[in-house]
């Protein structure tokens, strides 16, 4: 496990750095609702006010602003699901690729380990990453809710929305530029590729949302899968959406294997 080891020990700072300004931001939004929910009469008007476009945009036409969990899945989700995405697909694309642009990628190749376990440990090494991203996020969310919820805290959908939904939507997205990274090698272009299919997808999540005869295309935004409303109306993670992301993430895994094993590999 020397390549995985490795690869933590890459990722640490960066995992430090992100964990703590993600949380930070998580925890200032939970810190500010107080002060939303004290004036209920100001917070109606507000909503009032906006665009019936804009509500349904963001799903406020379907979950409560005026309570902590659907003020979090509205401002606080947002916020660990994109941005966190995009630290998802950096992690993802550079794992490989950077061995490459590097010129290291002759001591790991040098190793007596196949190029199969190479892959697998730089995979591990991504997932265990963003488990722990999520985990440190997740926990000073649940702890951020204890501290500022004045009724019964709905442990299932928070638990939902601050540990398991970000989680496989940022595999989902790891596991494509982890893909892209292995097959062409240039973590830039991978990169960038990724990060514009999670704003892609994410603006296709929008639409989605805005036009009830687009429902159709709900399969192709992974956003889509950790809808806010179905967790926070219904406590619960579609069992097909969950299956289509743990496909995604094994079937990348899988494929970045077989791309590796068959590339020239130059250094």
């Known amino acids: 496990m020397v390549v995985f080891m490795r690869e933590i020990e890459a990722n640490y700072k960066g995992l ?60 606080g989700f947002l916020m660990i ?7 998802a697909a950096q992690l993802g694309s550079h794992a490989l690729a950077k061995e490459e642009e590097d010129k290291t990628i002759e001591f790991l190749l040098a ?15 991504v997932g265990i990453t963003l488990a722990l991203f999520n985990l440190l996020v997740g926990a000073l969310t649940v702890l951020s809710f204890v501290f500022v919820e004045e009724g019964p805290i709905p ?7 601050a540990f398991a939904a970000p989680l496989l939507l940022h595999y989902t997205f790891a596991a494509a530029a982890f893909l892209m990274g292995t097959a062409l090698g240039r973590s830039r272009t991978a990169f960038s590729i990724t990060l514009g299919l ?7 999540q929008i639409l989605v949302n805005l036009f009830d ?11 889509v ?36 094993a068959r590339r020239d590999i130059f250094s």
């Open 16 to 75: 430090l750095v992100w964990s703590a300004v993600m949380s930070l931001i998580v925890v200032l939004l939970i810190a500010l609702y107080p002060q939303f929910a004290s004036d209920q009469a100001d917070l109606e008007a507000m909503l009032a006010a906006f665009p019936e476009s804009m509500l349904k945009a963001f799903n406020m036409d379907k979950v409560s602003y005026g309570t902590l969990i659907g003020y979090y899945s509205v401002q």
């Open 81 to 87: 699901t994109l941005f966190g995405s995009v630290y």
């Open 111 to 125: 190793r007596p380990i196949t190029r199969q376990r190479l892959v697998g440990e730089k995979y591990l090494g």
């Open 155 to 161: 442990w299932r959908e928070l638990l939902l929305l």
């Open 198 to 204: 999670i704003f892609g997808t994410y603006f296709l």
């Open 213 to 223: 005869n687009l429902a159709f295309l709900r399969f192709f935004s992974p956003f």
């Open 225 to 260: 899968y950790v809808d806010t409303a179905e967790i926070v109306l219904h406590g619960r993670i579609p069992a097909l959406f969950v299956m289509i992301m743990v496909f995604v993430v094994a079937g990348c895994g899988l494929l970045a294997s077989r791309v590796y």
